[in-house]
């Protein structure tokens, strides 16, 4: 059976991926960073030689936001020089590559949603690092997909769910960003749209439709609107709920600056691969399902 292999395999998306189930015909294998430091140009080229595959996906990365100002260049070798080690030996071996980036290439100036033709200014290195992993891949491999996504959530892994119900247990309030304007995604919805596009890739691997796409959850939201949502559906199903105070940016310094707008605008992908927006606020009621327990949501 022909298989796609995700690098990155127990990451919160990278583990979505292997769980999801995949176009007919697909298996998918898993190589994490034992099996494949993707910072290893060498086990990166042995890992593809070995298995095969028709098509990759990259679900590693250095994704500690603010640990990447002072861990740089640990950021810059996952991000950018393991970004194009497995575009270079992805087109060696003739396998096309779906890379997973993010909202956070742009500097959030924009008054509306960022489409693909915006250009690049990223405020931190995490930013910068993936923007430079973008470059390198758009400069070694024709047959790329590289798929921006944004605020992702879900049951594996850290993420602001999981940090909400943490806190919301142990503090009768928290004080939460609302001037940050982004599109929270469910992990297990990316890994959806992935299997979609490679299905569509592996059809017509010499005729998709290549290049940089925007994936995300609509309607846009605030970290402050975000954590309303989660309070609203944990507290329907018998969790604590805190007190919500709406603060500023400036109120809550941190090491890495963040974009005051990082929504993403997802026609481009719809219109190449039928994939539209996912509605995170569903997404929240299942993750939370399996994260607090079912009940009647509000
Ligand atoms: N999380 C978000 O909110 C968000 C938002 C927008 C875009 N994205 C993008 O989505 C992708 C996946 O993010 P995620 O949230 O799933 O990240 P994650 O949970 O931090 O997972 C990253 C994975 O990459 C692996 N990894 C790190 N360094 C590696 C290396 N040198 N070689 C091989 N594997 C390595 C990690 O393994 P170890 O645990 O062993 O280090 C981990 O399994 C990334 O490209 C990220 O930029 C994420």
Redesign the pocket.
Known sequence: MSAILV?????????ELIAQSWPDGLRVIG????S?????RGAVGRALARMRPLLAV???????VDQAEVDTA?AW???RD?AANLAEACAAQGVPLI??????VFDGAKAGPYTEDDPVAPLGV?GAS?AAGEAAIRTRLARHVIL??????GV?????VKTMLRLGAERPALRIVADQHGCP?E?AD?ARAVATIAGAVLRAPAAAPFGTFHYAGAPPTTWHGFAEAIFQRAAARGSKSPTLTAITTAEYPTPARRPANSMLDGAKLQRAYGVAPCDWPRALDRVLDRLVGATATP
């Open positions: 690098f990155g395999a127990t990451g919160q998306i990278g583990r190589a994490d960073r034992a494949a430091d993707i910072t290893d990259n679900a590693a990365a250095f994704t500690a640990r070798a996952v991000n393991g890379h997973l980036s993010t909202d956070y995490y993936k921006r996504t944004a605020w992702v959530f594996h892994g850290t993420n602001f995604t992990a990316i």
